[in-house]
Nanobody, 127 residues
């Protein structure tokens, strides 16, 4: 059974930093796209950043230069380092996984392409 468990959310002030973690278990295939999405109240879920097994990465324009994505393959953990945070970054952040790495190869992450989802971790940025 594939499980994605997010952690690291919290409340910080504008300009602060947070690092989110996503622990993956139960996935035994070598191909994947693993990504972070977020959803603010009253808004649609949007892709934030993703990385594929083929080395591809994709970032939303709104986070380029501020967020980085990395993996600890030995521990099966995906990280999202978020710097220079803004109130507009306030949202529930979700980790998601797709079998096909192509979903991390384009310009935009598509929620419909993901096969597995975590339950989310809340990030709140105060001004």
């Amino acid at each position: 059974q594939v499980q994605l468990v997010e952690s690291g959310g919290g409340s910080v002030q504008t300009g602060g930093s947070l690092r989110l973690s996503c622990a993956l278990s139960g996935y035994t295939y070598s191909d994947y796209c693993i990504a972070w999405f977020r959803q603010a109240p009253g808004k649609e879920r949007e892709g934030v950043a993703g990385t594929g097994s083929d080395g591809s990465t994709v970032f939303a324009d709104s986070v380029k230069g501020r967020f980085t994505i990395s993996q600890d393959n030995a521990k099966n953990i995906l990280y999202l380092q978020m710097n220079s945070l803004k109130p507009g970054d306030t949202a529930m952040y979700y980790c998601a996984l797709a079998w096909n790495p192509v979903y991390c190869a384009g310009d935009t992450l598509l929620a419909d392409g993901m096969d597995y989802w975590g339950k989310g971790t809340l990030v709140t940025i105060s001004s």
